[in-house]
Every structure is written in structure tokens, then in C-alpha cells.
């Protein structure tokens, strides 16, 4: 969160945007868990400040996980939830890294359904275009709110409706792992920063265009074949993620 008044530098409160970040930071800090924040438009006007700038103050602190706008209702106050830490060097399921820290997670909306594959999902499974293939897409929530959408894609074969009734929490990963008919060798994931669309933004809650961290992976059995194709939105002000290098040498 950025620094008090007291304690921030005056020519850094005195630089426009820095001051506003302050100002909110003063009034979320002085507003009770649930309160709501007067209306963009009163907002803006009580700060000096246009409502677009005002709107790109308010995803920093919504990306920190301190404020929670709901479309067509207002702006309200969270407390500051846990943060799921961990490194890349593993891959685990959110509900590993959540108990872990002692944080509740539950699966929110779900979604399974059957899909023909496109280029990309042809290329990641090695199969014809059109091949079918099952989708599961679902919200993760912790502490009352949706905090990542996931999106998994299967050869039919491996979840089925049945998997889905049988007490699927909502980790693919984990379902695979207890089921054990798999031995998996790596997963290769691309990251990056994305703006949320308008059914992620939706389903998390949250303003289109919102930033949002991105995993886009490829699970891998010991075959070295794709099992799993998958796509990860988090939140984040609730995940910090993290990876330890090796130093290189001077070529």
C-alpha cells in the first residue's frame, strides 16, 4: 500500500498521482471491512481528479486485494486477505498452496463441457483439428471472494461427468494425482500480464480490462505426451509468486 502521508517524502505527495494514491490509501485505511466508497463521480470530484484517473488508482489497490469493485454496485473495503506465496519451481494445485498457509479455498462456478480443438489445442495435444476433447472451466474463491479462474483442457478419456460428481474440488492436477493411472514428467508454462475480458472479469468479480496474472501450461506425462492444456487468471494482490535462479557466467 503506498506510504502514509507522515512518512512519505513532499515531493513525492506533491507529484498528482502519487498524492491520490495517498489519498485513498488514507481512506481505505480509515474505513471499516465492508464499507462501501462513495460513487466514482462523488469521488473523483471530492479528490480533484478525473474518473479515469481516479479508475487507474483503484486497480492498484484492488490488485493488492484491499478494495473490491462490484460492476453496477460500488466499491467496498476488504480486509487484507492472506497471500498464497510460492515458487515455480514446483507445480502444485491452489489448494495445496492455500493449506499451506492455513487459507480456506473452495470452487465457485463450474463448467464441463465437451469442445472440438482449435489450432492451439491441436498443436499442444498433437492431434488433428476437431479432435474432441473436455473442458473444465471453474472460479476459485477464498474468503468469500473469487480469486482465480482456471480453465482445463483433457482428452475426453481422462475427466468425465462421473470425476465431476465424485468430489472434484476443483484441482485437476490434484484428481490426476490421486487417481494415479498417470506418472507426470514436467509442465512448461508460459506467464504473463493480461487485461481481464468481459466473461473473466465477470466471473471474478471485478472491472473489464482489470489486470490479471496469466499461467498458460502444458502438463506432460512421462510419455512426453500433453495430458493437460490449461489457463490460469489470478488475482494479484492474493498470489505472489516467485523463482530462484542460478547466477550465469560472463560469455
Known sequence: MPKNAKNTPKAEIDHPYLRLQNELSQLILNSETGTRLPAEPELAKKLGVSRATLREAMRTFEGQGLVRRKQGVGTFVVGQSKVIETGLEVLESIETMANRIGLSVSMGAMTLEKIHSNK????????????????????????GRPVAYLTDILPKD??????????????VLDLLLKRGSHRFSKSLTDIQAVSASPDIARSLEIQRGDVLLLFVARLFNDNGQVVDYSSSYFL??????HVVRKVGEIQ
Open 120 to 143: 492451439a489445442e491441436s498443436e499442444a495435444f498433437e492431434v488433428a483439428e476437431g479432435t474432441d476433447l473436455v473442458k473444465v472451466s471453474r472460479v476459485i474463491d477464498a474468503e
Open 158 to 171: 481422462l475427466l468425465t461427468e462421473e470425476d465431476i460428481k465424485n468430489g472434484f474440488t476443483g484441482s
Open 236 to 241: 494479484p494482490g492474493y498470489f505472489r509468486f
